[in-house]
C-alpha cells in the first residue's frame, strides 16, 4: 500500500494491526475490553531512519506515536527511537 504522507527525519508511518478478539483458547473478547494494538507495518520512513524499512513489522511504544486519519484510513506517526522491536 502506498501512502501520501512522507515523513521527515527519523519519522516512520505505519499502520496499527487489528487487536485480537479472541484468546489462544478460544474465547472470544468483548469489543470495549479489547487493547490497541502495538504492532503495526510500516508503510514510508523519513531518510534518517536506519533500523527499519518499508513493510517491516514494528512494536513502537503505545502513546509515543502520532495518530492520523486520511481518506478513511488510519494512521501513525512514530519517531524511530520509540520503536522497540521488529517482528518475524
Same mark, same amino acid.
Given at each position: 500500500?502506498? =501512502?501520501? %504522507?512522507?515523513?521527515?527525519?527519523?519519522?516512520?508511518? @505505519?499502520?496499527?494491526?487489528?487487536? @485480537? =478478539?479472541?484468546?489462544? =483458547?478460544?474465547?472470544?473478547?468483548? +469489543?470495549?475490553? @479489547?487493547?490497541?494494538?502495538?504492532?503495526?507495518?510500516?508503510?514510508?520512513?523519513?531518510?534518517?531512519?536506519?533500523?527499519?524499512?518499508?513493510?517491516?513489522? %514494528?512494536?513502537?511504544?503505545?502513546? @509515543?506515536? =502520532?495518530?492520523?486519519?486520511?481518506?478513511?484510513? +488510519?494512521?501513525?506517526?512514530?519517531? +524511530?527511537?520509540?520503536?522497540?522491536?521488529?517482528?518475524?
Amino acid at each position: 500500500m502506498k =501512502t501520501k %504522507i512522507h515523513p521527515l527525519a527519523d519519522y516512520v508511518v @505505519a499502520q496499527n494491526e487489528e487487536p @485480537a =478478539t479472541r484468546t489462544l =483458547t478460544g474465547i472470544y473478547l468483548p +469489543e470495549n475490553s @479489547a487493547q490497541k494494538s502495538q504492532v503495526a507495518k510500516v508503510l514510508s520512513v523519513g531518510k534518517d531512519v536506519k533500523n527499519v524499512k518499508v513493510g517491516d513489522r %514494528i512494536i513502537h511504544k503505545g502513546y @509515543a506515536s =502520532t495518530e492520523i486519519k486520511m481518506s478513511g484510513e +488510519e494512521f501513525i506517526l512514530v519517531k +524511530e527511537e520509540d520503536i522497540i522491536a521488529t517482528v518475524n
